[in-house]
C-alpha cells in the first residue's frame, strides 16, 4: 500500500498548492528541486486516505458546539484544505482572462508553461462587426501580397484556417489580428488622416475589448506588430512608441525573447509551423524596437538583446509554401552566400547590429568605458556593417528584381554605418580636453569616406526603386516599406551637406532622387511627409528648386 502523509507538506501549505502526500518527498517538490518537510503529525499515519482510521468521539465532539450546531472548520484542517482544492478546481471558461495564472507572476517556479500554446476558442456567436467586408480572402489576399513582402511574420495556411474556423467571432483574437490586417494593406485616401481614420479606432476598440477579455495569445502579439506598423508608418507618435513597447512586454511576458532561460507563459507548441510563427514575431518586435530608436538620442531599448543561441527566421520561399524550413543561428563567424538565409533573416541581423550601433552612440559620454574599448567597438562594428553591407548588396544583385525585405535590410545597414560615421567624423567632437587621439583621427578618416559611400550605395538602391515604381505604376507602392523612410532622410542630409560644401553635383542628383522616393512613398505612407516637410527647410535643397 502506498505511503501518504495525513497532511501536505510545509512548502505546499506556505504556496497554497495541491500537496500529493508522498513519503518521504512529495512528486512537486522532488520536481521544483525544493526541500520537503512535513510536520510531526502528518507521518502518523502511513497508510492510503482509504485505511485511515475513524475519528475518535472526543474528536467528533471537539467539532460539534454547545448547541448542537456543527462549527466551520478551521483554516489550518484539512478540510480547509479540501476547501481550496474546489476552489482552485471549479475555473471559469477556458480562454477568458479572468483565468489567467496570477501565480505566474508571483511564483513562476510553481507556475510553468500554464497556458495552452493557442487560447483562441469560440466565445460568442458568429456575427460580422465593424461592417468589415464579405470578403475575407480579398483582405486576405490583399495582405499577403503587400505588406508580408517586407513583413513576413504570419503563417498563410494558419491564417487562412483561422478566419476560417473563427467566422468572425466576436471579440476574438483572431477577429482582432483580420482587422488589423485590413488596417494595414489598406491605402489610405490623400486627403483621409490615418490618425483619425475609422478603421483605426475600431482596431484600437476591439484591442482594448481583447485584452480585457480575452487571455494572451501569439494572435495578439502580432495584432499588436501590425498596429505598430500602421502607427510607425503614418507617424502617429508617440503612439507609434509606446505600441512597440507594448509589443515587446507581450513578448517578454510570453519568454519569447528567451526559451531557455526565461519563464514560459505557454506550453510548447506541438508543430514547427508555430514555433516559427513565434520566432518571427519576436524578431518582428526587435527590428521595430531599433528602427524607433534610430532618430532620438539616450532611449533604452524596450526589447532585450538576443540570446546567445537565438536562431533567425527561415527562408521566405519555404515559409511562404507552408513547408518546413532551416533556421540559421544569428552569430555566426561570417555573413555567407547561404540560399537557406531568407530575407527576413537579413532584416533581423541588420536591425540587431544597427541595435549595437545604437547602443555604441548613446554610450558616448559613458566615463565608465575607455577611449581604447570605444575605438576597437567602433572598428569592430565598423567591419561588421562593411561585410554585412557587401553581403546584401550581393544578394540584392542575384535578385530579378530589388525584394523589399533586402531594401529595407540595407536600409538599416546604411542606418547603422551613416549613425557610427557621424560619431567620429566630425572635427569638433573631442574625446578629450587635450585634443583628439591619433587612433580618432584615423577613425575620422575612415568615417568620412564611409559617409560618401553610404550615399552613393544608397543612391544606386533607391535608382532601383523608383525605376520599379515607374515600369509598375502606382501598384508598386503596394508592397513598398515605410521602413525605408528614414534611411532616406539621412543620406539626403549628407547630401545636402555635400552640396553646401563642395558644390557636388552628383550630390544634387542623389538628394533630388532621395526626395522623389520619399515622395513617392508618401503616396503610401504618411511619414514619408514628415521628413518632406523638414528637407524643404533646407537652404542645400532649396538651392535645387530655386
Known sequence: MERR????????????????????????????????EYPPRARESNTGAGHESPPSSQSTRSRTSTNGEAEQPSLNSSQSELHIEVLEAAKPAQGRIDTFP??????????????????????????????????????????????????????KKRARRSMTDSDFISDSPS??????????????????????????????????????????????????????????????????????????????????????????LFK???????????????????????ITNQGVDGL??????????????????????????????????SFSNNTSLGSFANVCQAAHVLGRVLRHRDELHNSSLSLQFRI??????????????????????????????????????????????????????????????????????????????????TWQVARQVLDSIDQTGEGGLDNISPLLCHCLYAVAGESEWLILEQEDSNAGIWLGDFVRLLQAIGRRWQVAHVYLAQISKWPGYQSLVT
Open 300 to 333: 533604452p531599448f524596450a526589447a532585450p538583446e538576443p540570446s546567445p543561441g537565438e536562431l533567425l527566421p527561415c527562408s521566405e520561399a519555404v515559409w511562404n509554401e507552408g513547408g518546413v524550413g532551416f533556421n540559421e543561428p544569428l552569430f555566426a563567424t
Open 102 to 155: 496570477a501565480i505566474f507572476f508571483l511564483d513562476s517556479e510553481v507556475s510553468v508553461k500554464p497556458l495552452p500554446s493557442d487560447c483562441d476558442p469560440p466565445m460568442a456567436p458568429a456575427t460580422v462587426l465593424y461592417g468589415l467586408c464579405p470578403d475575407v480572402y480579398g483582405v486576405y489576399e490583399q495582405y499577403f501580397t503587400t505588406v508580408h513582402q517586407w513583413l513576413p511574420i504570419l503563417s
Open 376 to 457: 576597437a567597438e567602433a572598428k569592430q562594428l565598423q567591419g561588421i556593417l562593411s561585410a554585412l553591407c557587401s553581403h546584401l548588396r550581393e544578394a540584392s544583385q542575384v535578385l530579378p528584381s530589388l525584394d523589399s525585405s533586402i531594401s529595407v535590410a540595407l536600409a538599416l545597414c546604411f542606418s547603422a554605418r551613416l549613425i557610427l560615421c557621424d560619431l567620429y567624423a566630425c572635427n569638433e567632437k573631442y574625446s578629450t580636453d587635450h585634443g583628439r587621439s591619433s587612433e580618432e583621427a584615423e577613425l575620422q578618416r575612415e568615417a568620412l569616406g564611409c559617409i560618401f559611400e553610404t550615399v552613393r550605395f
Open 268 to 290: 510548447d507548441t506541438v508543430t514547427w509551423t508555430a514555433r516559427e510563427e513565434e520566432r518571427r514575431a519576436w524578431w518582428a518586435v526587435l527590428c521595430l524596437d531599433r
Open 175 to 264: 477577429q482582432l489580428l483580420f482587422l488589423c490586417m485590413k488596417l494595414v494593406s489598406e491605402p489610405l485616401l490623400p486627403e483621409d488622416s490615418a490618425r483619425a481614420s475609422k478603421m483605426y479606432t475600431r482596431v484600437l476598440e476591439a484591442l482594448f475589448k481583447v485584452e480585457n477579455s480575452c487571455l494572451p495569445c501569439i494572435q495578439l502579439l502580432q495584432s499588436v506588430i501590425l498596429l505598430s506598423v500602421y502607427e510607425l508608418g503614418h507617424g502617429i507618435y508617440p503612439a507609434a512608441y509606446l505600441r512597440v513597447g507594448h509589443a515587446s512586454r507581450l513578448c517578454v511576458m510570453m519568454g519569447l525573447h528567451d526559451r531557455k532561460h526565461a519563464a514560459q
Open 5 to 36: 502523509a495525513r497532511f501536505a507538506c510545509i512548502a505546499c501549505r506556505r504556496l497554497k498548492r495541491k500537496c500529493a502526500k508522498e513519503l518521504p518527498a512529495c512528486s512537486l517538490c522532488i520536481r521544483l528541486e525544493k526541500k520537503c
